[in-house]
């Protein structure tokens, strides 16, 4: 399964990571995930093997992915991703299995709700 697991660690863990189960959990010393990440400061995080920036000013000075959250939507399809991991939304929305995931298309669907 490939999933995008939500991160509400603080800064620098970005918004969440792609997760592909099929594939090893590192290479080397990088984990092999894809972080993804928004905001006004574009960096590579070298403990990925990838990093996804999604620059915004206006996501920045927000606080929230907001305003690029159509474009992560896209990334995240284009990317082949079946289902998101948030626990913590879990609690607040229907549509999670019992491990706290939801389809892409339910995780949108509740996220665009926001906007």
Known sequence: MK???IDYRSPPSGM?????TEKPEKIGDQYNFILI???SDPHEDISYVMTK?????QAAQEGWAGP???DIFQYLRDSGVTH???GELAYEEEGADDDG????DRWIEIMSSYL
């Open 3 to 5: 999933y995008f697991s």
């Open 16 to 20: 969440g990571q792609i997760i592909d």
């Open 37 to 39: 990440d928004y905001g």
């Open 53 to 57: 920036y999604f620059y915004s000013v």
């Open 68 to 70: 690029i959250m159509t």
């Open 84 to 86: 998101v991991h948030d």
């Open 101 to 104: 995931y939801f389809t892409l």
